[in-house]
């Protein structure tokens, strides 16, 4: 068997670590949005964020490349001013992991917000603090449980991602091919050693991400009940 190159691994990692971090960014702030707001509008948004659950990979995939390729609008503008090239780079594989994880985040998010009491963040306004105040010391902290799942949801996601990471990122070894890619190449070439290998590296990993994430989920759980 080849020597296993773990560079798939670690590049898989901090795609999907990256691509959660954005994911709560911009997620949160739409989730408490939709939380909040009956207009058509707001159901329209919603239906195009759930829309990446729906849509295969690879048409989410080809959705980007259209929208990002170096032929694009948006991609001309961030390669002649820039010096920036999204498609077959790392970056394409995060933004990639994003729009497939961000739906995750956005759904458990936004029904943990609609559960939350009006009538505390009323009393909260009536003590006179800010909607920003109220937002991080008010409503994420009755909210976090429903957050959490779906940061945990996303990571998993982002992480375990195949077939929108190949269309955008492509499969550069050392560069843009992440662990899922890695596997497909390994059984393409015919190596089921070494795609073994990497399948149980993966699930191990997977797992231990999943374990301490519930762990500190129960932790953070119990310290809030004291």
Known sequence: ????????????????????????????????????SKSKFADVLDTLITLPIVLPPTVLGYYLLVLLGRQSTIGKFLEENFQIMIVFTPTG??????????????????????????????????????????FFTVIIPLAWRGIVAGITLGFARALGDFGTTLMVAGSIPNKTMTMPIAIYDALLAGNRELANVLVFIMTVVALIVLFTINRLEKKVSIGGRR
């Open 1 to 36: 068997m080849d020597q296993i190159n773990l560079f798939p691994l670690f590049l898989s990692l901090r795609v999907a670590l990256t691509a959660t971090l954005f994911t709560i960014i911009i997620g949160l702030p739409i989730a408490f949005f939709l939380s909040r």
């Open 93 to 134: 594989a995060i933004i990639a992991a994003m729009v497939v994880s961000i739906p995750f985040l956005i759904k458990s998010a936004k029904a943990a917000f609609s559960n939350i009491d009006p009538n505390i963040v009323n009393a909260a306004r009536v003590l006179g603090r800010t909607e920003l105040n109220i």
